[in-house]
C-alpha cells in the first residue's frame, strides 16, 4: 500500500492468522472482558489495553476470544471516550508541530508536517462524524488544541 503523502510504496504490514478460534487461550469470554474493563477504567487506551493483554496475559486477539472489539466492549459498560483514539493521537501530534514551529519560526519541513497533520484530522473528522462518532457540528478550534488534550 502507498504511503499518503510521498510516492513511497511503504512496507506491508504483519498478517493476522487465518484461524479465528484459539482453542488454546488461557481466558474465557468474561475474563477477557473483565480485564478490558479493568484496564479502561485504569484510563489507558484501546490500543494500550490491546498490547497488555497480548504481553502480560498471552490474549494475542481480543476479538477472537469475544466476538468483540475492545471499543464495543467499552461502549457497552459507558467507557468509551469523547473522541476516538487515532484522532486524540494526531490532535497530540498538531499541537507538538505548533510548539516547534513556534520556536523555529524558519523550518519549512515542519509548517509542511503541520499542513498535512491537519489534511489528516479533517479526513479522519468528516469519516468520524458520517459513522456517528463524533458530532455533526464538532469542530477542531485551531487556538484551543491544548484543550482537547485534557
Known amino acids: 500500500m502507498a504511503r499518503m503523502h510521498?510516492?513511497?510504496?511503504?512496507?506491508?504490514?504483519?498478517?493476522?492468522?487465518?484461524?479465528?478460534?484459539?482453542?488454546?487461550?488461557?481466558?474465557?469470554?468474561k475474563e477477557v472482558e473483565k480485564l478490558v474493563i479493568k484496564y479502561a477504567k485504569a484510563g489507558k487506551t484501546t490500543s494500550e489495553i490491546g498490547m497488555i493483554l497480548r504481553d502480560r496475559y498471552g490474549i494475542n486477539s481480543i476479538k477472537a476470544s469475544t466476538n468483540k472489539k475492545v471499543t464495543e466492549i467499552e461502549a457497552e459498560n459507558g467507557?468509551?471516550?469523547?473522541?476516538?483514539?487515532?484522532?486524540?493521537?494526531?490532535?497530540?501530534?498538531?499541537?507538538?508541530?505548533?510548539?516547534?514551529?513556534?520556536?523555529?519560526?524558519?523550518?519549512?519541513?515542519?509548517?509542511?508536517?503541520?499542513?498535512?497533520?491537519?489534511?489528516?484530522?479533517?479526513?479522519?473528522?468528516?469519516?468520524y462524524k458520517r459513522n456517528g462518532k463524533l458530532p455533526v457540528d464538532w469542530n477542531l478550534d485551531l487556538n484551543k488544541l491544548q484543550m482537547y488534550l485534557e
Open 6 to 29: 510521498s510516492r513511497a510504496k511503504g512496507k506491508s504490514g504483519s498478517k493476522k492468522p487465518i484461524k479465528k478460534v484459539q482453542p488454546w487461550a488461557p481466558y474465557k469470554e
Open 79 to 127: 467507557l468509551l471516550k469523547k473522541l476516538p483514539e487515532d484522532l486524540l493521537d494526531l490532535i497530540r501530534k498538531m499541537v507538538k508541530v505548533k510548539q516547534h514551529i513556534e520556536r523555529n519560526k524558519q523550518d519549512q519541513t515542519a509548517k509542511r508536517g503541520l499542513i498535512l497533520t491537519s489534511s489528516k484530522v479533517r479526513r479522519l473528522t468528516k469519516y
